[in-house]
């Protein structure tokens, strides 16, 4: 019997039988099936609904926590109200409170973060109205979380801060007393707290019982030596003693912390100047100013890294020029500040007394007129090219004193005296008691041969 003989086709013969084209399509079938079933299972919602296909795959929502993450980085980053954005620390905050609005977390560490940014505003309007957004949030911390220390802690921070007598007036002892009754809730809910010690210790400052202060701060210290705000502090309990050296230290020490706080460096920085205003010679003093001039210029450079318009950096380096007895260049970095914010009647009397400084009079008269005065738009642009209408600052301080004070010398020695006495009596009235406001009230009457 014999075999049949296998084809050899092709180039390359496989010697190989030959293949049944039918069990191809039995496993064809079977894919199918499968592949059926499959889709059938996912289309179908666990209501029993059919989903259309192709819908996008669902995007996972972000946690709260990765919001306060991305606030800290941005803090970190100095990013903390980035002009005409939401991307910063301040609206990543916010963000969490919209995805979780009885975050107590969110609030007070959003409240914290408002009261410093307040810092940074060139009006005092703008920081009157972020503190009292500041309050609102902590406000509400406390009202969801009654027995939270660290929000106990943050609401006197933000008393504290909003009782600023230039900003809360008349209401600036009752505020101060709120904080210090805050600090004192969160104390007692947690002794050891470190923000609540570190707050009071603020507090107490601004009561002026300074070895009460400087006993909490230290404790704080102790307790948290990587919180920026426990440095900051004992900073200013450290230079409200007089200790300057000592205080550029802590301040220093909070910025390694918290790098990019531009607030922090403008501290140091007036330390600096402090110092070359007590120093005994020259070179020292000229010495001390540069280091001043030298962390006012960093904290102007991180504000225009990050977009910040911010006119105190350069107010610090106007005045640190002006006392160097460089007016020329005092008076382009006061009016680089009037660019930033032509709004802000504080900077026109900064302006006008450096050019007082530099016995530029006619200069001096319509800046200084639209701090205590107010001017118009035509009357600003005249002065300064811009065209803005400014209020008058009200006689609430001592500094606003010295702008009134001020106008009425340059009105007294350019013989406009029945300008100068009303502006005069306006002090006078304000300050009886001040030696040195009433010796200069003294001083512009004789010039102008009037009788107090």
Not at 169 to 185: H, I, N, P
Not at 257 to 281: D, E, H, M, V
Not at 286 to 305: G, P, R, T, V
Request: with cysteine; glycine share 4%; hydrophobic share 40%.
């Amino acid at each position: 019997m014999f075999r049949k003989k296998r084809a050899l086709r092709g180039r390359n013969p496989t010697f190989r039988k030959k293949e049944d084209p039918a069990s191809y399509r039995i496993l064809l079938w079977m894919f199918l099936i499968l592949a059926g079933l499959w889709m059938a299972i996912q289309l179908q919602r666990e209501n029993g609904a059919v989903q259309p296909l192709f819908l996008p795959t669902p995007t996972p929502t972000r946690t709260v926590e990765s919001y306060l993450l991305e606030a800290q980085a941005y803090f970190q980053a100095g990013q903390i109200d980035v002009p005409d954005s939401d991307d910063d620390a301040i609206g990543a905050y916010k963000r969490a409170i919209r995805q979780d609005p009885a975050n107590v977390r969110a609030r007070v560490e959003l409240a914290r973060l408002l009261t410093y940014s307040s810092s940074l505003l060139p009006t005092t309007e703008q920081r009157r109205a972020r503190l009292d957004e500041a309050r609102r949030y902590i406000d509400e911390a406390v009202q969801l979380a009654p027995e939270d220390s660290d929000a106990h802690a943050v609401r006197a921070f933000v008393l504290d801060w909003s009782a600023n007598p230039t900003l809360a007036g008349e209401e600036a002892e009752d505020l101060l007393y709120e904080a210090e009754q805050a600090a004192a809730k969160a104390i007692q809910l947690d002794p050891n707290n470190p923000l609540a010690l570190t707050f009071y210790a603020e507090i107490l400052m601004d009561e002026q019982k300074w070895a009460d202060a400087q006993n909490y701060i230290e404790q704080a210290i102790q307790r948290a030596p990587d919180l920026m705000d426990a440095y900051r502090v004992y900073g200013y309990v450290l230079e409200s003693q007089q200790a300057y050296n000592a205080a550029i230290q802590q301040y220093l020490k909070a910025s390694e912390i918290a790098p990019n706080l531009t607030f922090l460096y403008l501290s140091i920085g007036l330390n600096y100047r402090t110092l070359a205003l007590k120093a005994t010679s020259t070179a020292a003093a000229n010495a001390l100013y540069e280091q001043a001039l030298e962390y006012f210029a960093k904290a102007a450079a991180i504000n225009d890294s990050l977009g910040i318009q911010d006119p105190l950096p350069y107010i610090h380096i106007a005045k640190t020029y002006s006392q160097m007895g460089e007016f020329f260049v005092a008076a382009r970095n006061a009016e680089k500040a009037l660019d930033f914010d032509p709004t802000d009647a504080n900077t026109y009397g900064q302006l006008g007394i450096i050019y007082v400084k530099s016995r530029n009079f006619e200069g001096a008269l319509p800046v200084l007129k639209c701090a205590v005065l107010g001017c118009s738009a035509e009357e600003n642009k005249a002065a300064t090219g811009h065209e803005v209408a400014i209020r008058p600052l009200p006689l609430s301080s001592t500094a606003v004193a010295y702008y009134y004070l001020q106008y009425g010398s340059v009105l007294a020695a350019l013989d406009k005296c029945t300008e100068a006495a009303p502006v005069l009596e306006q002090v006078n009235a304000a300050y009886p008691d001040d030696p040195i406001i009433q010796s200069i009230i003294r001083e512009n009457y004789a010039i102008c041969g009037m009788s107090p």
